[in-house]
DNA sequence: AGCACATCTTGACACTGTCAAAATAGCACC
DNA sequence: GGTGCTATTTTGACAGTGTCAAGATGTGCT
């Protein structure tokens, strides 16, 4: 039982459906995936689905958990090359929240964008999951000022609301294609640093 | 012939079903418009939307051109107090923009996200709007740096991309309801004119 | 063997976007 | 008046959609 073995009914639907939701996205985006074409894809019929998951955006929810998850690594990965100095580790940071937003619209779409998930099912459980996310920054936000290296006139809550939203904005702008030049995007991100962080 | 008389097939469906499909995406969401619904409530048949509108995503589009339109004017209207001192400026301009987004998502969900006209029709020609939108944000920028209101170390272009960036991202989180205080809006506005404009 | 359970399928319903063909209403001119 | 022309609207139809209830099927345990 390894987990994706061919011998039960499927083995892994569950875990096999979400990759291949995320696929679909990726190629059609959003609007392009349906339940059953994703049943299909599957190999299993239409209403199989729904015994993993409630609703169409239960599983909405589960890939915008993991895109969370992804994002978190990925900045983690970036970052972890041991304690480099105040500049680097900001233009890391920034770099890798609009690097992965960009590359990975099929879940950036997900995790944020009330209208996705604002159907019946979870009108809160979902916000709080993002609002959870942004604390975190909040924290973050919190070390540097604490380590001095961003000033304390503003509040650390309304210094990560503005420079998070900053960098949410870009993300979005850069994936909706009006920034189109995509080869700005790091000239972007290293202003937005600049600006933001005085690197 | 009023534009709006009863005496005709309908008088003006087209403005009629523009306003309508408003009214339902404001109480129900983009999702919770569906052309036929739209059709009853206007008190016509499910497929003369058709002759006015050559899909539902050009509906869509049309409404965000209205938003585009809706919210100029908005903030032209609060700028026009004469010629008030440029810290006063900038705070009119920054709240005019994030106050309208928040009291109009109706319309500001359709003008930015690329989802939801992502459809077969119109990939460019709405970027395209929103880029000409956008531009005239970057002259903005250019006259206060030509005023001396704000420095030249980085291209207007670039900093017209990050500020922006942060007053979408702003409008954004608010509408989603990341930002959940709603009390907390004014002073995100101007946590953001003090980083972005020193006033 | 048999049972209990997890898993999957079939049939069905109401709803969606959209099109082709037919109906209707207004206008311009004889 | 009528006659035609065009703009507007409706009906019928088709392929898709999300989702549920009832039935079928396979799996593991005793």
């Known amino acids: 039982m390894t987990t994706a073995k061919k011998s039960y009914h499927h083995g892994d639907l569950k875990g096999t459906l979400e990759e ?53 690594e990925a900045i983690d990965a970036a970052e972890c090359q041991g304690e480099a100095a105040f500049e680097a580790q900001v233009m890391q940071f920034v770099n890798a929240y609009v690097n992965w937003a960009v590359e990975h619209p099929e879940y950036y779409d997900l995790m944020f964008g009330s209208e996705v998930w604002q159907g019946n099912t979870p009108p809160e459980q979902f916000a709080q999951e993002s609002r959870g996310y942004f604390r975190r ?59 933001f962080f005085k690197v």
């Open 20 to 72: 291949a939701a995320v696929e679909i996205i990726r190629l059609e985006g959003v609007n392009g995936l349906s339940m059953r074409k994703l049943a299909d894809k599957v190999g299993v019929s239409r209403s199989a689905p729904y015994h993993h998951f409630e609703d169409k955006q239960a599983l909405l929810s589960a890939i915008a958990h993991r895109g969370f998850v992804l994002q978190a």
């Open 137 to 195: 920054y909040v924290e973050r936000v919190q070390r540097w000022q604490r380590s001095g290296h961003i000033g304390q006139e503003l509040s650390a809550l309304r210094f990560a609301q503005v420079s998070w939203s900053s960098l949410h904005g870009i993300s979005r702008l850069l994936i909706d294609g009006i920034y189109v030049d995509k080869k700005a995007q790091e000239a972007i991100c290293s202003a937005a640093a600049t600006i």
